[in-house]
Structure formats: structure tokens, C-alpha cells
């Protein structure tokens, strides 16, 4: 139908318009060949025909038909749906043709050679295209201003741009064509390319964020975003999107300094980046705190029993005591202060990185410059001298004193001389029925208050004294304990207490300050055997109605 409609029309017009003389319609002796190139793409046809002499109808050429000269011929080139590919031009032995009216028409010449006559059509080509949330892309055809659809085609050889329109808030993941990510060929969120073929496109969007690395001197440090291996430097103060992983790298510094910290939203990240890398994926703006410092060293002081010492650096004016160890800037001058000891003892060593440093110290202080980490290790031991442990007489009681030898409680020497750091054990005094305590002295000082369940220890570092104060209480009192009768006293496995009233609470205790025994006493008189206990001195105590009393027990 589309061949004769379209031949019929030719034919028409050049029957009205043409007014072919009597002359044209006779036949010419001479003739020329026709050829009819057909075009290659699918859909496309090329026809060509001539209205004989006489005949309202036309006659189709085939190609390789011998044409007269002088004969006008009616050509046709169309493409059928769907193609509906457009078409560009009509050639004639290689030239292109105007179209004359509603088709195109030639007029075979004089001549020798074939006439050849070729139609050329464009190419079509489809473009799909696709985004995420958070954006959109538009596409353009060169010469238009109206947005393609999805699925349109599109003649060949015509330059497409790709707007990216991300939302509020939001930035360009990805865009990619025909498999290939052409995000960073991007100019003014725009992406052209000529179309050569079918082009599928697609769009991703995310939610943008903010890095921020704060300024900071004498130094730098590289941060990137990871994209399936590919990395992509982000400046100090760029966009990051979400979802996206960060990757920060050790700082750089200047010769004569070190990192002190780096902070990612004031979390320390410090040791985790010193391996080399950190990487963090994205979910919020991210600022990164860098703090540079003058390059430092380490101290390392050790504890040590019998004294202190002390040391410090000074840096820009600022003196910062180290006594405990701690960072000192490179070429600081470190002063290490001559130990202190405490009495009784005596320095054997100080090392300094396993150099003892003992007898160099001038005016009390070693100085040096920090050019490395150092370990400071002083070494000091008790002096090998004996003290003299004094115990004044006590009226109307006892106080019982022990030493502790190897780790075992003995007796002090009868000569009362103890060796220098020897641990004295130090029982609350016993009284005798009606006295009562003042106070107890261990040279100057008073230690009547500081016995913990009964005891109290004390290191021997020099000559000790100990005095003991009481009263005599006279009065009920008095007599109330002048009724206590304790037999035998000392004794081997039991004792008896009489005189004490019914319903009084009778308790043991050692000289440690623990209850041996216990036991509310009764009518007449109260036993109390301690057998299985270690021989010594122990404290009675009776005690009914807020009154109380002591008394001292003797275990042979």
C-alpha cells in the first residue's frame, strides 16, 4: 500500500506540475542503466518508477533496468514501522539531490555509465535511564528543550546531556553509562556524550555530609574515600556521602615534631591509626582534630622502696615536674634530682638506661639531653644497724611488745636492741583492777587512738621509747573490781572468775584484738579454758550496764 500510494503521488505531481512535452513522452533510441542500491538497514526501502508515455500509472524500475534518456524518474525512500529510522538523503551516482515537492525526481541525462541511485537513513538508538531516591537526572537532545523519556529513541550521532538534580541535602554517588562510572567527567552537574548506540544510564544518590580536618601546623594528613578499590582525595573541607568509606591516613609531620592525637568527633582514634590507616563509613559530618607537638621521648621512672627522687625539664620557659615519668620534648635538658632517702636507709644504685649515674651527680643534680626514651631505676636498702627499743615502767599494768622475725612473732630481745626495718607489734595496754589509760607515747608521738583491733605496728628506723600513762580509779569502781578474783593466773588449759555478777558479758581476746572466747556468765563463779590456744598474754574483758573492766590472763 505505502509503495503504490507513495509512487501514485510522485506520478501526480509531475503529471500536474511537470507539463512534459509530446516530445519528452516519445522514446529516446538512447538509454542509460539504472541502478537501485537498496539501503542495508532493517525497515528502510528505496523505490524508483517513471510515468510512461500515455499511461496515468506508473512503471516501477528494477535495478539493472535500461532506463531512456531524457525519462523522468520518481524516487521513494521511507522506513517502515517501528523503525521509523529518518532519512537523510537521496544520492544520485554519489551526489545528494533536492527534494522537489512531496518526493524527489531525476531526469536521466545524456551520457554513458550507469545511473546509481542510494538512499541514506539515520540511526535510531534507545535510551533508558534510571535514579535513586535522594535525586533525579534529565536528558536532553541536542536541539530540543524537552526532557527524554525513559525508553525514547533517539537518532544516532546526536550529543545528549545528562542534568544531575540531587535533592536538598544531597549529593551524586554514581552516575553511570553503559557500565562505565563517569562521575568525575561531571562539569556544572552535567554530563554530554554523542550517541552511538543503544545507552542505558543510571543514577545514584545519597545523603551528604561534611568532613572537616581542623587547621593544624608543621604537618598534614591525607584523607580518601574508598570506591570498590578506586581512591578519591576529599579536601580538608569537602562532602562525603553516606554510606561511603572514609579513610584517614598517620599524619605527616615536620622534622623535630610527632603526633599528639587525632580526634574523629572527639572520640580518640590515636592508637587504632598508627598502624597506618583508619578507615571510618560515613553516617554524619566528621571533623578530625589534629594536635602536632614538639617530638618527645618517654621517662620511665620506677617505684623504689626508701625514699623519692625527683625530675623535670624545662621547655619555652615552663618547668614541668616528671618525678613520676611521663613525655619530654627532644632536646629538652632533663634534670634528675639526687634521691631522698628515708632514715634507715642507704642508695645502692641509680641507673639511667642501665648506667649507674650514682656519683655523677654535681650540686645534687644530672643533667641531660633527650635524645631517647630513658628508664630511671634507683635502687636503695636498709641500713645494717641496730636500734634500741625502750619500754618504760607502766603503773598498774603491762603493755606486751613482739617482733616479727622471718615472718613470725617473737619476743623482744632482752637487750631490747632490734635491727634497723624490723616490724614491732604493738598490743593495747593491760590494766590492773582499778586503773584506768591516759595514753600511750611511742617517742613523741601519741599513739593512743591509732590501736586497730587492739594492736598497732611500728617499723623500727631509730632508738624508740615507749611510755605509758594511767590513773588510778578509786571509788565503786574500785571496788567492783577489787571483788574480780581470777585463779590460776597464769594457768595451763583453765581458769575460774569469781566476783563477777550474773548476766556480765565475760570475752577473751589475744593480742591481735580477737575474741577467744565469749560467754555470758552466770551465778557463782565462771570458767574459762582456752586450751588449743598458743601460750602468752591475753585480755579479759567483763562487761554488764555500760561498766566494764580489764584484766590480763597468763597462759603458760
Known sequence: MKKSYSIFLS????????????????????????????PAEPGTHLEVAYRPAGSFFPSYVQSGQQVDVGTTLIIDAYSDNPTKLPLVAVRVNGEEIEKSGSGYTYVIPEGEGDIVISAEFG????????????????????????????????????????????????????????????????ANNEYKFVLKKNTSITASFQKAYRLTVEPFEHGSMRVAISDKGDLSDVPSDG??????????????????????????????????????????????????????RKKTYGLTVKDFVGGTIKAEFEDEGVVTDVSAGGRVPENATLKIYEPVLDEGYELVYVSLNGSDIKDQFKDGI????????????VKAKEIDKMFKLTIDEIEGGSIDVQVYVGGDLADVPADG?????????????????????????????????????????????????ISVKTNYVSGVEEEQADRVRIYPNPFAESCV????????????????????????????????????????????????????????????
Open 366 to 377: 644530672y643533667s641531660l639531653t633527650m635524645k631517647e626514651d630513658v628508664m630511671l631505676v
Open 417 to 465: 636492741n632490734i635491727k634497723n626495718g624490723t616490724m614491732l607489734m604493738i598490743s593495747e595496754p593491760v590494766l590492773e583492777d582499778g586503773y584506768e589509760l591516759v595514753s600511750v607515747m611511742l617517742n613523741e608521738e601519741d599513739i593512743t587512738a591509732l590501736f586497730e583491733e587492739g594492736v598497732y605496728f611500728h617499723t623500727m628506723r631509730q632508738d624508740v621509747t
Open 123 to 186: 540511526l535510531l538508538y534507545q535510551v533508558d535511564f534510571s535514579y535513586s531516591l535522594n535525586g533525579r537526572i534529565e536528558l536532553y537532545a541536542a536541539g530540543s528543550e524537552e526532557p527524554l523519556t525513559t525508553g525514547t529513541r533517539v537518532n544516532g550521532n546526536v550529543e545528549i546531556t545528562v542534568k544531575v538534580i540531587p535533592d536538598s541535602g544531597c549529593d551524586l554517588l554514581s552516575l553511570v553509562v553503559n557500565d562505565e562510572n563517569v562521575t568525575g567527567q561531571l
Open 239 to 292: 562532602k562525603i556521602l553516606d554510606g561511603q568509606t572514609l579513610i584517614l591516613w598517620w599524619p605527616t609531620v615536620e622534622e623535630g615534631y610527632e603526633v599528639g592525637s587525632v580526634l574523629m568527633n572527639g572520640t580518640d582514634i590515636t592508637e587504632q591509626l598508627f598502624s597506618g590507616t583508619y578507615n571510618h563509613v560515613v553516617k554524619g559530618d566528621v571533623n578530625v582534630t589534629v594536635t602536632i
Open 497 to 556: 572468775v569469781s566476783g563477777v555478777a550474773a548476766g556480765t558479758s565475760v570475752r577473751v581476746f589475744n593480742m591481735t584484738g580477737a575474741c577467744v572466747f565469749s560467754k555470758v556468765a552466770g551465778t557463782g563463779e565462771t570458767e574459762i579454758r582456752l586450751s588449743g590456744l598458743a601460750s602468752g598474754v591475753y585480755i579479759l574483758k567483763l562487761e554488764k550496764d555500760g561498766d566494764s573492766s580489764c584484766h590480763k590472763l597468763i597462759r603458760k
Open 11 to 38: 506520478i501526480l505531481f509531475c503529471f500536474l506540475f511537470c507539463s512534459l512535452s509530446a516530445q519528452d513522452a516519445q522514446l529516446n533510441a538512447a538509454s542509460r542503466k539504472v541502478i537501485i542500491e537498496a
